[in-house]
Each structure stands twice: as structure tokens, then as C-alpha cells.
């Protein structure tokens, strides 16, 4: 199987359930792969689980594991994901902007891996303005797992152009997926199939 780009793999815990996957299997199934981040993306088991989860992950690969929106679950990983819903909320939790909301997390986390998704022009140059290691960009196609009120399709390259971070291109995507400008194609269920 040829893939061009690096893959950001998301490990949902919704999806290694609907598909029968412990988290050892799906290490195993993502070993071919040439993966520079693992996401772990959990909206059903207990914050207690998680963190269990989270250590099971850590114990089987040397892979950054990124955390999806919780700042709670950052001490035990590689980084966080923070989504424009979440960005919002953290913002009024730390009672600060976003730049510093953002700036506050990697001061007080360091050598931890900080993503941001974006969606148009406007989020790009915005997440210019923040210390991220990479954005996330989408979504490119429709999908299956989540709701997508706009996508990016064609646009994807020209978008991904304008920012100075890596972007991982989000939604829809597949393993051959060769767009211009994006550093690694985020790949969910096309890992599991």
C-alpha cells in the first residue's frame, strides 16, 4: 500500500470500539505505517479510563500520543489538540486570550507538542499569530465520523500555503492523498478498514 505524506493517526476510542480493536491491535495495525503523531481522541470512557488508555499507548509506542482538548490528560502525554470550539473554553477557563491561552499551555507544559484546528483563511492567519507545532486543516472531504459544516476540498493547498505551522489535513482523508503544502495527511477509520 503507497502512501506519499507522513499520517497523523487518530486513535477514537468510538472507533476501536465499532470496529473491534483493542488499543494493542491497533498498534499493531498502524506499525506499516509511517506515523509522526498519534491522537487519542476518547468522548465515552471516564477521565480514570482515559488516563489508563493513555498509558497503555505511552507502554507500546515511542509515537508522540497528542490528547484531544484536555488539559487534564496533558501531563500524561506528548501534547494537546485543541479544537476552535475548545479554544473558546479554555480561553474562559485560563481567563485569558487566545494567543495567551495558548502561550500560558506551552509555558506551563514544556517540550509538549500544541495543535490547533483550523478551517478558513481567518483561523490560518489567526493560529500564525500563536506558538503551535502544527495545525490541523479541514475538513478536506465529507466524513462519516464526524459533522462537517464546511469543507476545504480544492482548497486545501491554497489554504494550507498561508500558514507558517505544519498543517495535518483533516477530514475524509486518504492514504494517498498527495496535497500540495500539507506536511501529514490525519487519517481515522482508513487506518481500521
Known amino acids: 500500500m503507497s502512501h506519499s505524506k507522513p499520517i497523523y493517526a ?5 472507533l476501536l470500539t465499532k470496529y473491534n480493536y483493542t488499543i494493542q491491535a491497533y498498534i499493531e495495525k498502524i506499525s506499516n505505517f509511517d506515523i509522526v503523531y498519534i491522537q487519542y481522541r476518547d468522548k465515552q470512557n471516564t ?39 475548545d479554544l473558546d473554553e479554555l480561553c474562559s477557563e ?35 499569530r500563536f506558538e503551535l507545532d502544527y495545525i490541523g486543516l479541514g475538513a478536506y472531504r465529507n466524513t462519516t465520523t464526524k459533522d462537517v459544516s464546511s469543507r476545504v476540498g480544492e482548497k486545501a493547498s491554497y489554504l494550507a500555503k498561508m500558514s507558517i505551522h505544519p498543517v495535518g489535513l483533516i477530514g475524509g482523508v486518504k492514504l494517498d492523498d498527495d496535497v500540495e503544502n500539507i506536511s501529514y495527511n490525519v487519517i481515522g477509520s482508513g487506518l481500521l478498514l
Open 94 to 128: 485560563l481567563k485569558l486570550s487566545q494567543e495567551n491561552s495558548i502561550q500560558f499551555i506551552k509555558k506551563t507544559n514544556q517540550n509538549k507538542i500544541v495543535g490547533l484546528s483550523t478551517h478558513n483563511e481567518k483561523e490560518i492567519l489567526q493560529a500564525n
Open 10 to 14: 487518530l486513535c477514537d476510542f468510538e
Open 47 to 85: 477521565i480514570e479510563i482515559q488516563k489508563q488508555n493513555i498509558t497503555l499507548l505511552k507502554s507500546l509506542t515511542d509515537i508522540p500520543i497528542i490528547i484531544n482538548d484536555s488539559l487534564e490528560l496533558l501531563k500524561l502525554a506528548d501534547g494537546l489538540h485543541i479544537g476552535q470550539e
